[in-house]
């Protein structure tokens, strides 16, 4: 039975870094949204806000349905919607055939502003990483980790150093077959 990975959290959180550095460790697919964000973005920069993101969405549970129809455990990362994304999330497992377990990343409203703040400054994604004031964000943007039934949840401070050996730990004492 093939595993569906989700990493959570709130923009900034570490979720990127932590999955593409999971997902290297386990050798699985990396699925995440800004990757499609950027490519749309890059080749339509007109674009609009209100289709990017949907579209880039879409893109994402296009391919982890292909990689999941390949037999592949996948790692899916985006900053998901609380109340919407966990039904994608189901589903998608359902029609493969695939567990779920969820890695929640999260630190605190001053870290996550500071850091997005920089990624902002830096303008290296532009239409992906727009100014923002965190604590004005509402209870759907994933300040909690998704409502997954009972799929197992790892919830890491990522302020607290290299917390991927304490994650592959996790992985591992997983159970093969998850009802």
């Not at 197992?152 to 401070?157: G, R, S």
Request: glycine share 8%.
């Amino acid at each position: 039975m093939t595993l569906l990975l989700i990493v959570s959290g709130m923009p900034a959180s570490g979720k990127s870094m932590l999955g593409a550095q999971l997902a290297g460790a386990l050798s699985v697919p990396f699925v995440t949204k800004d990757e499609y964000k950027a490519l749309l973005l890059a080749r339509l920069p007109g674009l609009e806000r209100a289709v990017s993101g949907p579209l880039s969405f879409d893109l994402m549970w296009h391919v982890a349905g292909v990689t999941l129809a390949a037999g592949a455990d996948t790692l899916l990362e985006t900053h998901f919607y609380r109340g919407v994304s966990e039904q994608h999330i189901l589903t998608l497992a359902a029609a493969h055939g695939a567990r779920v377990a969820q890695v929640f990343c999260h630190a605190p409203v001053d870290v996550l502003q500071a850091r997005h703040d920089v990624r902002v400054a830096s303008g290296r994604r532009p239409g992906i990483d727009l100014p923002m004031e965190y604590a004005a964000l509402p209870a759907h943007c994933c300040w909690t980790p998704l409502d997954l039934g009972d799929a197992p949840c790892l919830t890491v401070e990522t302020t607290r150093g290299d917390v991927l050996p304490g994650v592959l730990a996790w992985r591992v004492g997983l159970p093969h077959r998850l009802e």
